[in-house]
C-alpha cells in the first residue's frame, strides 16, 4: 500500500564511492522529484522528470545522475561522494493540476539518510 | 534568495498554547500549501489554499492565505505535543506550477 518507497532507508559509505539510491511511486502519477534535506532542514528541490524527461535539473554537481525507466521509477545515481553529500534524499511524486488555481500536492517518501564519511 | 520566508524559524512552547507561523513572499503564487514532516519521514500535505483571502481550518489549525495571495500563516489553537514537527509552507507558480518551499518552521510543543 506504500504510495512512495526509497531504498535504502540508510546509507553509510566511504567517500569516493559511487552509489545508488532507488524510488517507486504506485500512485500513477506523472511527475516525480528528488530532493536533498540538509541539516538546517532546508527542502531543496535537486531534479524532476514528467513522463520520463526530465524538466528541472538546478544546480546540482553532474556527479548526481537521475534515471527514470518508466514513469513509477526516478533512481538516482551519485559517483565519486563527497563529505558533503551527506544529507536525507527525498523522492516525491504529483500529478500537476494545471489552470487557475493550480496546484501540485507532492507525496513524499520516507528519504534515505546519506552518510560519508 | 529565499522565495519565500518562514517565521519563526523555531518555536517552543508549553501545550495549551496558541501560536501563529508565518510564510511570507513577494511573490504571488496560483494556490499555497502547508505541509508537517515528522522525524524520519516525509513531509506530508496538511492543506491547500487557492483564492486570496482564503480560510481553511483543520481541527485546531487555522490556515489563511492572504488577499494578494503572497503571504499565507497557520495559526495552532490550544497546541499538544503531537502538534511537534517541522512545518513548511511551498507555494505554486502560475507560469510552471513548480513548488517553491520556504526553509520551515520547527515546532516543539512540550507537555
Known amino acids: 500500500d506504500t504510495a512512495v518507497s526509497q531504498t535504502p532507508k540508510y546509507l553509510v559509505t566511504q567517500m569516493g564511492n559511487d552509489k545508488s539510491i532507488k524510488c517507486e511511486q504506485n500512485?500513477?502519477?506523472?511527475?516525480m522529484y528528488w530532493y536533498k534535506q540538509d541539516s538546517k532542514k532546508f527542502l531543496k528541490i535537486m531534479f524532476s522528470y514528467n513522463n520520463k524527461e526530465l524538466i528541472i535539473n538546478e544546480t546540482v554537481p553532474n556527479r548526481f545522475s537521475p534515471k527514470s525507466p518508466d514513469k513509477a521509477h526516478l533512481n538516482l545515481h551519485i559517483n565519486s561522494l563527497e563529505l558533503g553529500d551527506s544529507a536525507v534524499y527525498f523522492c516525491a511524486s504529483s500529478q500537476v493540476l494545471r489552470g487557475a488555481g493550480g496546484t501540485d500536492t507532492q507525496y513524499f517518501g520516507p528519504g534515505t539518510r546519506l552518510t560519508v564519511l | 534568495t529565499q522565495l519565500l520566508e518562514q517565521s519563526p524559524q523555531f518555536l517552543s512552547i508549553q501545550e495549551g498554547e496558541n501560536l501563529t507561523v508565518y510564510c511570507n513572499s513577494s511573490s504571488v503564487f496560483s494556490s499555497l500549501q502547508w505541509y508537517r514532516q515528522e522525524p524520519g519521514e516525509g513531509p506530508v500535505l496538511l492543506v491547500t489554499v487557492v483564492t486570496g483571502g482564503e480560510v481553511k481550518k483543520l481541527k485546531r489549525l487555522t490556515f489563511q492565505f492572504g488577499d494578494a495571495r503572497k503571504d499565507s500563516s497557520l495559526h495552532i489553537t490550544a497546541a499538544q505535543p503531537g502538534d511537534t514537527g517541522l512545518y513548511l509552507c511551498a507555494g505554486v507558480r502560475d507560469s510552471n506550477y513548480q513548488l517553491i518551499w520556504g526553509a520551515g518552521t520547527k515546532l516543539i510543543i512540550k507537555p
Open positions: 500512485l500513477g502519477h506523472d511527475t
